[in-house]
């Protein structure tokens, strides 16, 4: 289904195969080129892709895949390193005739000059994370990234977050002048199980960057040893920064791929995510469209997301985390409901959805340049 007058065609968007933002780009980048005719170039910073990563990439229409071994602003070892960056793919831009720049990373906007608008998609940041996990001052590392993350936001033609209160948070960690734009991320729901319903599995699952802290998997690990129920965790233990996790209860899964996954969610069990610090959550997504029933951190991104949808716990409370997933386990109609309201919730955030909102971002900003671009050639 293609929507709308579309004169966009071409698109470079920058993106790396560590996170969630690896998935966000290859989903986003199909839809737009199936419902909007958007080819679009994927600029990738960071660790390489592996293979996996690089056959699903394969699959999109329309994709080129640019691995640029270029660093990741938060892995990074100074600013010039990302300023570098910044304008690599600045020149990218004009090599492969883009009409829009969506950057994934902000901070490549701080010191280079686009010749098309960019659109700056704020996924996260290590201001908003130390905020959110950590308290006093910044380190020195974490703040002249913060410097270039901010200038970069600053320069971009228009700034979007995955949620409000990811929008209210950047905000504020940067002192915009205008709220950026909440654009909920998207995934493609799996398809309806045939025959009839089994009985939920009596375990607890979580995913993501484990290593992460702010994903606070420990607190998570502590609470379901407190119960003797199994826990079992997809995702890497260990960073590409080093940062690393080493759960004593749980059953480690390590990288399940996507089909992998969608099975084991296929079977329903309770989903917990105790993260301290979350501008999205696909993976809590990606459990809610399977139907599983949710307890998750209260903290504003997932009240936004899924309040009346889910079991809200203090994240740092291992008590109250054990007594949630407890009630939940043994109530069988509660562990039903809430499993129904999540499927329903989920419906909101669709890839479509998601895609359709961004066109008509990068359309209107090409439209305001050509507008622009008009005026001056006629004075």
Same mark, same amino acid.
């Given at each position: 289904?293609?929507?709308?007058? *579309?004169?966009?065609?071409?698109?470079?968007?920058?993106?790396? &195969?560590?996170?969630?933002?690896?998935?966000?780009?290859?989903?986003?980048?199909?839809?737009?080129?199936? /419902?909007?005719?958007?080819?679009?170039?994927?600029?990738?910073?960071?660790? +390489?892709? @592996?293979?996996?990563?690089?056959?699903?990439?394969?699959?999109?229409?329309?994709?080129?895949?640019?691995?640029?071994?270029?660093?990741?602003?938060?892995?990074?070892?100074?600013?010039?390193?990302?300023?570098?960056?910044?304008?690599?793919?600045?020149?990218?831009?004009?090599?492969?005739?883009?009409?829009?720049?969506?950057? @994934?990373?902000?901070?490549?906007? &701080? /010191?280079? +000059?686009?010749?098309?608008?960019?659109?700056?998609?704020?996924?996260?940041?290590?201001?908003?994370?130390?905020?959110?996990?950590?308290?006093?001052?910044?380190?020195?590392?974490?703040?002249?990234?913060?410097?270039?993350?901010?200038?970069?936001? /600053?320069?971009?033609?228009?700034?979007?977050?995955?949620?409000?209160?990811?929008?209210?948070?950047?905000?504020?960690?940067?002192?915009?002048?205008?709220?950026?734009?909440?654009?909920?991320?998207?995934?493609?729901?799996?398809?309806?199980?045939?025959?009839?319903?089994?009985?939920?599995?009596?375990?607890?699952?979580?995913?993501?960057?484990?290593?992460?802290?702010?994903? @606070?998997?420990?607190?998570?690990?502590?609470?379901?040893?407190?119960?003797?129920? /199994?826990?079992?965790?997809?995702?890497?233990?260990?960073?590409? @920064?080093?940062?690393?996790?080493?759960?004593?209860?749980?059953?480690?899964?390590? *990288?399940?791929?996507?089909?992998?996954?969608?099975?084991?969610?296929?079977?329903?069990?309770?989903?917990?995510?105790?993260?301290? #610090?979350?501008? #999205?959550?696909?993976?809590?997504?990606?459990?809610?469209?399977?139907?599983?029933?949710?307890?998750?951190?209260?903290?504003?991104?997932?009240?936004?997301?899924?309040?009346?949808? &889910?079991?809200?716990?203090?994240?740092?409370?291992?008590?109250?985390?054990?007594?949630?997933?407890?009630?939940? +386990?043994?109530?069988?109609?509660?562990?039903?409901?809430?499993?129904?309201?999540?499927?329903?919730?989920?419906?909101? !955030?669709?890839?479509?959805?998601?895609?359709?909102?961004?066109?008509?971002? !990068?359309?209107?900003?090409?439209?305001?340049?050509?507008?622009?671009? &008009?005026?001056?050639?006629?004075?």
């Amino acid at each position: 289904m293609r929507t709308g007058v *579309n004169t966009l065609r071409r698109l470079l968007m920058t993106a790396d &195969a560590v996170g969630g933002v690896w998935s966000y780009a290859l989903d986003l980048a199909a839809a737009l080129a199936r /419902r909007h005719d958007v080819e679009t170039t994927l600029a990738v910073l960071g660790p +390489l892709p @592996n293979e996996d990563q690089r056959w699903s990439a394969g699959l999109v229409p329309g994709l080129t895949l640019v691995e640029t071994a270029l660093p990741l602003d938060w892995l990074a070892g100074r600013p010039a390193e990302v300023e570098a960056a910044g304008r690599r793919i600045a020149a990218l831009a004009v090599e492969t005739g883009a009409e829009i720049v969506q950057l @994934n990373t902000p901070a490549l906007a &701080a /010191r280079a +000059l686009f010749p098309v608008p960019v659109v700056a998609v704020h996924h996260s940041c290590v201001a908003t994370w130390w905020a959110g996990v950590r308290s006093g001052p910044l380190p020195d590392d974490f703040a002249w990234r913060t410097d270039l993350v901010g200038r970069g936001l /600053r320069a971009a033609d228009a700034v979007v977050a995955p949620s409000r209160a990811f929008a209210r948070a950047t905000r504020q960690a940067y002192g915009l002048s205008a709220l950026p734009q909440a654009v909920w991320n998207g995934r493609a729901a799996p398809p309806a199980p045939e025959g009839e319903a089994t009985e939920p599995a009596a375990f607890v699952f979580s995913a993501g960057r484990l290593w992460d802290e702010g994903k @606070n998997v420990r607190a998570l690990d502590a609470a379901a040893a407190r119960l003797g129920v /199994r826990l079992l965790l997809a995702g890497p233990l260990q960073g590409p @920064n080093g940062a690393r996790v080493a759960p004593g209860h749980a059953l480690c899964l390590g *990288n399940l791929g996507g089909e992998s996954l969608r099975d084991c969610l296929a079977r329903r069990p309770v989903f917990a995510s105790t993260a301290l #610090f979350e501008p #999205f959550g696909l993976a809590v997504l990606e459990a809610a469209q399977a139907g599983c029933a949710l307890v998750l951190s209260d903290i504003p991104t997932f009240r936004e997301l899924w309040a009346d949808a &889910a079991v809200f716990v203090p994240p740092r409370d291992e008590a109250a985390i054990a007594a949630a997933l407890d009630r939940v +386990l043994r109530d069988r109609g509660l562990r039903a409901e809430l499993g129904e309201a999540a499927r329903r919730r989920a419906g909101r !955030y669709t890839i479509a959805a998601m895609a359709d909102r961004m066109a008509g971002l !990068y359309r209107g900003l090409a439209a305001t340049t050509a507008r622009r671009a &008009a005026r001056e050639a006629a004075e």
